[in-house]
């Protein structure tokens, strides 16, 4: 799997983007089942999990900070 553009998780909606973190949660908490039950045979996903999870969280908040200074300008 290619690391995501952050450009690209930019144009997602918010919703999407709650459907992506909470995919992307599940992914690491299976890949973590599979590293305990030494199933796991590409421990390489646990850092593209967490950068996917990072970069879909900043997008998130950001979009959450520029939608509460509209509001407070208007």
Known sequence: ???P??????KLSG???NEQV???RRELF???FQ???RR????????????KLAHLLTVQQEQER????ADSAS
Do not use: C, G
């Not at 520029?66 to 200074?69: D, Q, R, Y």
């Open 1 to 3: 799997m290619a690391r």
């Open 66 to 69: 520029s939608a509460t200074t």
């Open 40 to 51: 796991l045979e590409t421990p390489h996903r646990f850092k593209e999990a967490r950068i």
């Open 30 to 32: 299976e890949l973590r």
């Open 35 to 37: 590293q305990a039950t």
């Open 5 to 10: 553009n952050i450009a690209d998780v930019r």
């Open 15 to 17: 919703d999407q983007i």
């Open 22 to 24: 909470s995919a992307t």
